[in-house]
């Protein structure tokens, strides 16, 4: 009923920069927390960064300073803007997100993405 589609992710050079874009869709009547997790080949998930719907973020101290995260209430959608990428951002990034669906009764539930690959090679 909930569906997270990610996009964004790719190839970039160390110093560069991406935008990742996560848009919830479905029978949502709410959307509390949203975030970026992220999992490097063979290391467990780790957190990124969240923002609630009034605004308030949180991020790992590895990105603070060149990430940013922001979200649209209207179109139900997070951004993760990413600047100064280092090889060991290299991951793949999942959209995670704290929604209320109507099913008709309301049901709070934690959703995540698929994920998009992020890699940061010369």
């Known amino acids: 009923q909930v569906q997270l589609a990610e996009s964004g992710g790719g190839l970039v050079q160390p110093g560069g920069s991406l935008r990742l874009s996560c848009a919830a869709s479905g029978s949502i009547f709410s959307i509390y927390v949203m975030g970026w997790y992220r999992q490097a080949p063979g290391k467990q998930r780790e957190l990124v960064a969240t923002?609630?719907?009034?605004?308030?973020?949180n991020y790992a101290d590895s990105v603070k300073g060149r990430f940013a995260i922001s979200r649209d209430n209207g179109k139900k959608t997070v951004y993760l803007q990413m600047i100064s990428l280092k090889p060991e951002d290299t991951a793949v990034y999942y959209c995670?997100?704290?929604?209320?669906?109507?099913?008709?009764?309301?049901?709070?539930?934690?959703?995540w993405g698929q994920g998009t690959q992020v890699t940061v090679s010369s």
């Open positions: 995670n997100a704290d929604i209320v669906v109507l099913t008709p009764t309301p049901i709070r539930n934690d959703y």
């Open positions: 923002i609630t719907s009034g605004g308030s973020t």
